[in-house]
Nanobody
């Protein structure tokens, strides 16, 4: 069994910063791509940022220049540094990872989500 556990969410004022963490644990042979998604009430879940196993990152246009995704492969952990936060960043943020259980097979995993609220 594999689990993804997010941490670091909470309430922050507009213009502030937060850093989210997501640690994968369990039966892991290899962690491939990792990503952060978010979903606000009434909205579809959207990709915020993703990062390959070698560190190549991509960002949604809405967060480009403000957010930074990174990873620590030794700890099977992905981070999302969020700066210059805006009220529209308010959402439940979900960690996602494709994890191989052996040389040949794996599947997509999701964390439970963590709430980020940007408000005065």
């Amino acid at each position: 069994q594999v689990q993804l556990v997010e941490s670091g969410g909470g309430l922050v004022q507009p213009g502030g910063s937060l850093r989210l963490s997501c640690a994968a644990s369990g039966s892991i042979f290899r962690v491939n791509a990792m990503a952060w998604y978010r979903q606000a009430p009434g909205n579809q879940r959207e990709l915020v940022a993703d990062i390959t196993s070698d560190g190549s990152a991509n960002y949604a246009d809405s967060v480009k220049g403000r957010f930074t995704i990174s990873r620590d492969n030794a700890e099977n952990t992905v981070f999302l540094q969020m700066n210059s936060l805006k009220p529209e960043d308010t959402a439940v943020y979900y960690c996602n990872a494709y994890i191989f259980h052996n040389w040949y097979g794996g599947r997509d995993y999701w964390g439970k989500g963590i709430l980020v609220t940007v408000s005065s």
